[in-house]
Antibody, heavy 123, light 111 residues
Framework: EVQLVESGGGLVQPGRSLRLSCAAS????????MHWVRQAPGKGLEWVSG????????GYADSVKGRFTISRDNAKNSLYLQMNSLRAEDTALYYC????????????????WGQGTLVTVSS | QSALTQPASVSGSPGQSITISCTGT?????????VSWYQQHPGKAPKLMIY???NRPSGVPDRFSGSKSGNTASLTISGLQAEDEADYYC???????????FGGGTKLTVL
């Protein structure tokens, strides 16, 4: 059974940093691209960042470019999101999602999702 | 404002069919066969219902189907059931620096 378990969310002041983690199991982690997708309270889905199977391709939404860094450790079956210079508008439930393919060149369909970790940016 | 445009709400009676549209541009929906549809029940994570315009993942009922014409993709649900009541989101690969764009979501009400 595929499982994605996010952690690391919490309440943080504007301008501070937070690191999210996603522990994956039930599939061959290094065969697939992985992504972070967020959902602000009561709002729709927003793609945040994606990383190919071997970390060779990485992409970011314009809204987080330069502030967030995605990474993965295939030996640990884990995905990460380092979030710096956090803003109030980054407040959201952050989902870890598995791609149906290995790269970022197309597809970009997410067949498994975690339950999310809530990030609240407030003073 | 979302990159892809969806109706805010649609409704239908049990057994009927409904269609949800998703309009983009030639840089996303119209330019690639990489449109996906997700179902999200309240308090739950999204679930992939359609990928690459018209493909259904294993386990998704064949009542759900997808199509595309020009810059507009569509999700059709036939034989509506009460459990289909949920929010539906489309997404597409895009040639912009933001690789994936979502629609704003459509709330489906089963009357």
């Amino acid at each position: 059974e595929v499982q994605l378990v996010e952690s690391g969310g919490g309440l943080v002041q504007p301008g501070r940093s937070l690191r999210l983690s996603c522990a994956a199991s039930g599939f061959t982690f290094d065969d697939y691209a992985m992504h972070w997708v967020r959902q602000a309270p009561g709002k729709g889905l927003e793609w945040v960042s994606g990383i190919s199977w071997n970390s060779g391709s990485i992409g970011y939404a314009d809204s987080v470019k330069g502030r967030f860094t995605i990474s993965r450790d295939n030996a640990k079956n884990s995905l990460y999101l380092q979030m710096n210079s956090l803003r109030a508008e980054d407040t959201a439930l952050y989902y870890c999602a598995k791609d149906i393919s290995a790269g970022l060149g197309g597809g970009m369909s997410f067949d498994y999702w975690g339950q999310g970790t809530l990030v609240t940016v407030s003073s | 404002q979302s990159a892809l445009t969806q109706p805010a709400s649609v409704s239908g009676s049990p057994g009927q069919s409904i269609t949800i549209s998703c309009t983009g541009t030639s840089s996303d929906v119209g330019g690639y066969n990489y449109v996906s549809w997700y179902q999200q029940h309240p308090g739950k994570a999204p679930k992939l219902m359609i990928y690459e315009v018209s493909n259904r993942p294993s386990g998704v009922p064949d009542r759900f189907s997808g199509s595309k014409s020009g810059n507009t993709a569509s999700l059709t649900i036939s034989g509506l059931q009460a459990e289909d009541e949920a929010d539906y989101y489309c997404s597409s690969y895009t040639s912009s620096s933001t690789l994936v764009v979502f629609g704003g979501g459509t709330k489906l009400t089963v009357l």
